[in-house]
């Protein structure tokens, strides 16, 4: 602790490294221009006089704690993570550091308010959370710029970054039908999350075009063990589908587990299988899930860039970034006989749009 | 941003509350007692004013950020997304936030150093990462307490919690003995890490403890690709290993594809397998995976309570916590005809200790 010594400032370091006191305050600010050569003269002078530059300080002169909260409620499901990792890396890059805001498991309304007035986050990514109007309201007057990933909102103008969630639900309705299939199941995800309501919308609208009725359906709400139960819900009706999309993956790999394993069903001979979001587990060969991707790294980049100009320009305008992906397919549906490509090691759904 | 108007204090909070001024500094200070029905009082009051409790500039009063920082660098393999969330949830209960810190991919020295400096954190919890004796020194010299989480270090006097790393390499070893397998393999993580240099020698000297030799020997690094890569090299050998143990999960997951899918080995008929840390994917019944577990509740509870005692008491003398793990048996691995029994719907080999 250094008890009893007066803690090093920054005209200390400046003057043991040789250079001017700014220099040593750009050498601690995130994206500062500095000459690679003073940097190191600074870094050096204060490893050995153990300054600490004093990064809440200063985010007290700049009315900025280049803390950027990021929420997220289901580390379960691989894409979860894999963002995480890829947006920690990205807003580092922008001199940001991500502070993790988990919800509590069932408390009820906006967990997180408390948090991010009492951090005061510059800025607020909510992946795999609902953003009440209480929290999108609160937000707004402390002047904290919202960005939703993986989701959107009606209730709120709020910026967004999501893949194709409605053209994906879409191309794997035409995949499917091109596969000739004929009894179609939907596994949801959380009943009010956009992002499986525009995915299932995008399946159903698919499915209409090529003249079949609504897909058979069950409730999985992103869960392994709900949509395990779903599973079962669906492959035990008389009219049992011979093709099933889940709302993502992680969904799609609970309901292999039970069709083989409970059903004795072998995929995609008598059932196939999409996912959503092309995780790394789609591409275990115990699955070799077709999927829809959500390409990981452009979504982080966009999100990256929009909430650091939320922030820079307050008054910029809402935006909602769409990503594209594609549909990648693997062993768990039938190959139809055309409308696919092979790229980089993977064969694209390619075959005529039907929207 | 409510331009132009003054920003509402504390006072202004109490006064709308009909609350004294401290009832409102108790309503925002995490861990600390008030009552349910006051606490309403003021976080309406609070919300109807715009009111931002300003932990930052408590922060340099208390000279505390109560922000802890967390390093992990592999978000890919499950068990770290589970410790993360429930780490997250764990210090959030003891009035901390989490602040994650991801190591730039093959950044040379050091990475985390500026941020642990300019952050200010409270404390350092290194998982998954290891601690150079720079950082060590660094955060002695500033007060910062660091704990390593499924790691420990000979460089340096630090705190630790881990899992039974060399008990279970040795479990492992009596139960692949027992279920009468003579060739032996063993897939190591990153070979500097302790964590996997602890369950090699528990497992080798497990084996020796029965008469075995050395096991053949690959490098996995814990990631999917290069335990894929390890995976080949042990099995395309002329004495093909008969069992083969795993580092973690995720690599024994990587290595059950490639026996499978590329050499048409069954599992466990023609080859056993077992991982370490009994994550979800181990449970997955397309691998029904033998794993010794390493129980995640209580080694996040104890490192929660460790950390938060060395902040609070400084000159506490380092610990190091072992959290007792099983050997949890499922179909990856032959039955042995004894030595294991059934309990809440799990089987736990018990059979005698080679220790």
Redesign the interface.
């Known amino acids: 602790?250094?008890e009893g010594r007066r803690p090093a400032t920054s005209t200390d370091v400046a003057r043991r490294a040789g250079v001017s006191q700014s220099a040593v305050s750009r050498a601690?600010t995130?994206g500062a221009s500095i000459a690679e050569e003073t940097r190191r003269k600074v870094e050096e002078a204060a490893?050995a006089l153990?300054y600490?530059?004093?990064?809440?300080?200063r985010?007290?002169t700049t009315r900025r704690?280049r803390?950027i909260g990021m929420a997220a409620a289901y580390?379960?499901n691989?894409f979860?993570?894999?963002v995480?990792?890829a947006m920690?890396?990205g807003l580092?890059a922008r001199g940001y550091?991500?502070?993790?805001?988990?919800p509590?498991?069932g408390r009820h309304a906006d967990p997180l308010l408390?948090?991010v007035?009492?951090?005061?986050v510059d800025g607020l990514i909510l992946a795999s959370t609902t953003l009440s109007s209480?929290l999108a309201e609160?937000c707004r007057?402390?002047?904290i710029p919202v960005l939703l990933f993986n989701r959107t909102t009606s209730t709120a103008h709020v910026s967004s970054v999501t893949g194709e969630n409605h053209r994906g639900g879409q191309r794997i309705a035409d995949l499917l039908v091109a596969g000739g299939h004929r009894r179609f199941g939907f596994v949801a995800g959380i009943e009010n999350s956009s992002t499986s309501q525009e995915r299932e919308r995008g399946f159903t609208e698919g499915l209409a075009r090529h003249g079949f009725d609504l897909p058979a359906r069950a409730v999985g709400s992103y869960s392994?063990e709900a949509a395990s139960a779903a599973a079962r819900n669906l492959l035990a009706r008389a009219d049992r589908p011979d093709a099933i999309f889940c709302a993502n993956d992680h969904m799609a790999?609970a309901v292999?587990?039970v069709a083989?394993?409970e059903f004795g069903l072998r995929i995609p001979e008598d059932l196939a299988l999409v996912g959503f979001d092309d995780t790394?587990?789609a591409k275990?060969?115990?699955?070799a899930l077709t999927s829809f991707s959500q390409p990981l790294q452009p979504m982080v980049d966009a999100a990256v860039a929009l909430v650091c100009e939320m922030i820079e320009n307050?008054a910029a305008p809402t935006r909602q970034a769409v990503v594209p992906g594609e549909l990648v397919m693997r062993a768990s549906t039938r190959l139809p006989e055309s409308g696919w490509l092979d790229r980089d090691g993977q064969r694209i759904w390619r075959g005529h749009e039907s929207g």
């Open positions: 602790m250094n601690f995130p490893r153990g600490r530059p004093n990064a809440i300080a985010s007290l704690s803390i580390l379960q691989q979860y993570p894999e995480l990792e920690s890396r580092r550091q991500l502070l993790l805001l988990m509590e498991h408390e948090e007035m009492a951090w005061q209480a609160q007057q402390a002047g392994f790999i292999a587990e083989r394993h790394a587990p275990w060969r115990s699955y307050p």
